[in-house]
């Protein structure tokens, strides 16, 4: 039985989280809604019904949430050709790979956005397959999206790791029973990850890479 | 002699570094340079100069800086109609007023920027001066800037606070020996804050201001 690399990708493997930042707060501010860039920041990775009922509360006009969502989602296709990559996704995915883990994305992105997220990290050969949040009736920090992504990969949650860059991605594995990695580059404090559960920390994909034979990724500690 | 609180501007009084980071992204981007914007979110508060050696390096192609920063300020500016304050910023400086400290901003930004700025927190009736990044020979975390500031504000040092969201601006106070008040609204770390010499740390303008009068910002511990 394989070993599992379950990844988020907004933060983790693409360089996406600011420009979800600056366009969610076009759309709050063209709904006559000012919300703070780093409330958003921390909101971030929800699923878009989650991340507006977080920050704009539950006595919110719901009548606006799909204003809201269409203009997020219409402000961020205009970046889908220029998505970033973070330094050494590839090459992390590609090494796993090569040492036998198999490689599930766990993610709230669908669609067209998620084709141009896995054009912007270039290792569909080494993707086994993608636990989409419209794939399950809770995302993260619901375990939900976890436990999908241990099905695809035909792995028990000991013997799999999610790697993701949000205090969700953390809750969520700690939740499904599977070992959480953080990575720093997606901008939330170590603290707040290590809080949430994180077993280990590194600054990007490439530092990840860096240690993937070391004690702390391997579990054996 | 009046008190005096110095002011940062991007991510303490306006909720800007967000908007600094995707537009200087692109600008790199259209250079041909990828920089991760979690690394440029950290070099915000940097003068153009400062913050393109910190992500490019000394051995960069320099002839490329002036392009860099003239396609950052172009895309900058398509915001300035509608750049953010931060909650309470406007609160915040007319209690200070009220209880008599002079008001200095101290920013690198100048021109139409920093106009543009002066517009969004709407508080010119208090704000006794600027001291610009334009005026000085080198920029935070530099303590020109600081001992710029309190020149007009005719304060000496042990009797202001310099309030600011990065680690520019707490080691520019530290440096020139005045105490620093940092807020979190600009999306650095508090241990990164108070490793740089922070001696209070708020949320925002408006949590700073529900604590003005508190044994922390008086100084009175």
Not at 50 to 68: F, K, M, V
Not at 78 to 107: C, K, M, Q, S
């Amino acid at each position: 039985m394989a070993r599992a690399a379950l990844f988020d990708v907004d933060g983790t493997l693409t360089d996406t989280n600011h420009l979800h930042v600056t366009t969610w707060w076009e759309a709050f501010r063209q709904a006559g809604q000012q919300v703070a860039m780093h409330d958003i920041h921390r909101a971030v990775g929800l699923g878009s019904t989650d991340l507006i009922a977080r920050l704009l509360g539950e006595d919110r006009d719901r009548d606006q949430d799909d204003r809201i969502s269409a203009a997020h989602k219409t402000l961020y296709g205009t970046y889908f050709e220029r998505l970033p990559a973070l330094n050494g996704a590839r090459d992390l995915l590609h090494a796993l790979d090569d040492r036998g883990w198999r490689i599930v994305l766990a993610t709230s992105a669908g669609g067209e956005e998620l084709g141009a997220l896995r054009r912007a990290i270039d290792a569909d050969d080494v993707i086994a397959g993608v636990a989409s949040a419209d794939d399950v009736s809770s995302g993260k920090p619901a375990p939900d999206p976890v436990h999908h992504a241990l099905e695809i990969a035909e792995c028990p949650p000991e013997e799999a790791l999610f790697v993701g860059d949000t205090v969700w991605d953390m809750q969520a594995a700690s939740r499904a029973g599977v070992r959480g990695v953080a990575l720093l580059c997606g901008g939330i404090p170590r603290g707040d990850l290590e809080e949430a559960g994180a077993s280990a920390v590194f600054a990007d994909p490439a530092d990840m890479l860096e240690h993937l034979d070391g004690e702390v990724l391997t579990g054996k500690q």
